[in-house]
Each structure stands twice: as structure tokens, then as C-alpha cells.
């Protein structure tokens, strides 16, 4: 299923109009105070160092607006940020990074 990306994809890509869930996206990316909530979280989220890497901070805190946003699931929004594009790039997921599974998002809301 994974197929590259030819340079008609990419010219359609940049001339296509943005769906609800883009502009949608766009506003909250606008409008949340996203410095200050992660200053608030930040003291709390584990740092690197033992174990596993944590994902950056302000990546699971915009998975979970979505989750909460969207309701969705925890295996849904893992299954959401895999198909949606404009869910991976809010979430400032490139292609070439790691998607966080469902246990990971789970543990960053608890």
C-alpha cells in the first residue's frame, strides 16, 4: 500500500481546497495558548534519559486535543494519525517519524 508520491500527486496536493477537518485544525493551532499549556505539563513529563525515549511533549499534547476533539478512541486515534495527513502534520508528525501506539497515548492521558 505504500506508494510514492509523484509530482502530479504533489501539484494536486497544493491546489486542492482545505476540508473542514484542515481549517478546523488551523484555528485551534491559532487559538490555543500552546507555550502555556506546555509549561504547565512540562515540570510533570518524563525526560529522556531511562528507557525509552518520551515523544515530544507538545506532540502528545495536541494527539490528545484531537482525541478529545474528534472522540476518539485510543486505537482510533492511533489508526487516525496513520491515515488522516492533516491529523500527523497538527500533531507535528513527519512521515519519516515514529506514529505513538495506543498504549502510549493512553499513558500520556493518565
Given amino acids: 500500500m505504500s506508494q ?3 509530482f502530479a500527486d504533489s501539484e494536486f496536493s ?3 481546497r482545505q476540508t473542514r477537518k484542515e481549517v478546523f485544525l ?4 491559532d487559538l490555543l495558548p500552546w507555550d502555556k499549556l506546555l509549561g504547565v505539563i512540562e515540570p510533570v513529563y518524563p525526560k ?4 525509552r525515549r518520551p515523544y515530544p511533549l507538545e506532540t502528545m499534547l495536541r494527539i490528545h ?3 478529545q476533539w474528534y472522540n476518539l478512541s485510543d486505537e482510533a486515534m492511533e489508526d487516525a494519525l496513520y ?3 492533516s491529523m500527523r502534520q497538527f500533531a507535528r508528525l ?3 517519524k515514529a506514529i505513538p501506539d495506543r498504549t502510549t497515548i493512553m499513558n500520556f492521558r493518565h
Fill in 14 to 16: 497544493s491546489k486542492r
Fill in 48 to 51: 529522556a534519559g531511562n528507557g
Fill in 65 to 67: 486535543c484531537m482525541q
Fill in 83 to 85: 491515515e488522516i495527513a
Fill in 26 to 29: 488551523g484555528r485551534m493551532d
Fill in 94 to 96: 513527519s512521515l519519516d
Fill in 4 to 6: 510514492q508520491l509523484t
